[in-house]
């Protein structure tokens, strides 16, 4: 999962956690994963309204035995510009004026490792800010781990606007198993709603 908001995320996350065996938090939202439990994240997004509920996530992940993966660093720049001073951070500790735009290398390594693993991967949400060249690594590295694990027999579903913009642009739309461009009717569907399209087709079967 990626993106900006936990808000936007919230019942697919609680969906996600009686069904996944890893839950991969990355972009903006997970800043707010980092405050929740005490970090420091400086100028990073984060929603002050879902603390609580981050915390209790990261909870409920542990009780089911749900391996919640959060980013060990980021990179970081001292403003929301493609021109600005960057370099890479662990994300307990991001400085005041700084604010995390991508998952940084370990990051990438980890969750790389964990995606190429995977039998079945869905993938909503990029790493950071990936429509600028300098913050786009992340996002990039987890387009390839999901076409390398797809390669080796995943399945593997993107969803969402901007995780499908992001597999078209590094050029990867062919080595997956589908991508869909109806983000928010997928993220319905995994969150358990009805819906009318797949309603109709059902009873009409």
């Known amino acids: 999962m990626g993106g900006a908001k936990i808000s936007d995320k919230i019942l ?17 939202m997970a800043y707010t994963f980092f405050k929740a439990t005490g970090g420091k994240i400086g100028s990073s997004l984060c929603e002050e309204a879902q603390l ?39 994300n307990y500790d991001i400085k005041e004026g700084w604010m995390g735009l991508d998952i940084g290398p370990q990051a990438i390594e980890e ?9 079945t991967i869905l993938w909503n949400g990029p790493m950071g800010v990936f429509e600028m060249e300098k913050f786009s690594k992340g996002t990039k590295a987890i387009a390839e781990a999901v076409a390398d694990a ?26 997956v198993s589908y991508a869909s461009t109806g983000g928010g ?17 059902s009873q009409s079967n």
């Not at 969750?111 to 039998?119: A, C, G, L, P, R």
């Not at 995994?190 to 009318?196: A, C, Q, R, S, T």
């Open 12 to 28: 697919l996350i609680e969906s996600l956690l009686d069904r996944a065996n890893n839950i991969i938090i990355g972009g903006g």
């Open 111 to 119: 969750f790389s490792k964990i995606i190429k693993t995977s039998k």
């Open 185 to 201: 009717a997928l993220l319905e569907f995994f969150e358990g709603k009805e819906l009318p399209g797949i309603k109709a087709i």
């Open 52 to 90: 609580e509920l981050a915390k209790s996530l990261i909870e409920k992940a542990k009780a089911k035995g749900v391996n919640f993966v959060l980013p060990i660093d980021s990179v970081i720049a001292d403003k929301f510009d493609a021109e600005g001073i960057q370099t890479a951070q662990k």
């Open 150 to 175: 797809t390669d080796k027999g995943a399945f593997s579903l993107i969803g969402g606007g901007d995780s499908v913009a992001a597999i078209h642009k590094f050029k990867l739309a062919d080595r």
